[in-house]
């Protein structure tokens, strides 16, 4: 079944904004230890740009730091990625991540990706 569904990826310019947003199912939204968002260029590495916990604490790769915002809300089942100051490397498909911990067991699942391009 679907779990995670992304949605706000689409074309910006050098210095604009977008922001993504990651769907969870309900049923596993709350046992849920860790969201983060990846993005693949092509060529590259999978890379992690942001994660957030589930007691709030979030961290960045170095190269978004200050631009990128992550965040949750519950009530909605749902977290963000707001993308500021954007750049043209911040190109990639960008892909949402969620851990579960059950019994010492980890459970990923993953988004369908969103494509991001920033291009004057």
């Known amino acids: 079944q679907v779990q995670l569904v992304e949605s706000g990826g689409g074309l910006a310019q050098p210095g604009g904004s977008l922001r993504l947003s990651c769907a969870a199912s309900r049923s596993i939204f709350s046992s849920i230890n860790t969201m983060g968002w990846y993005r693949q260029a092509p060529g590259k590495q999978r890379e992690l740009v942001a994660a957030?916990?589930?007691?709030?604490?979030?961290n960045y790769a170095d190269s978004v730091k200050g631009r990128f915002t992550i965040s949750r809300d519950n009530a909605k089942n749902t977290v963000y990625l707001q993308m500021n100051s954007l750049k043209p490397e911040d190109t990639a498909v960008y892909y949402c991540n969620a851990v579960r911990l059950i019994m010492s067991k980890r459970y990923d699942y993953w988004g369908q990706g969103t494509q991001v391009t920033v291009s004057s």
């Open positions: 957030i916990t589930s007691g709030g604490g979030a």
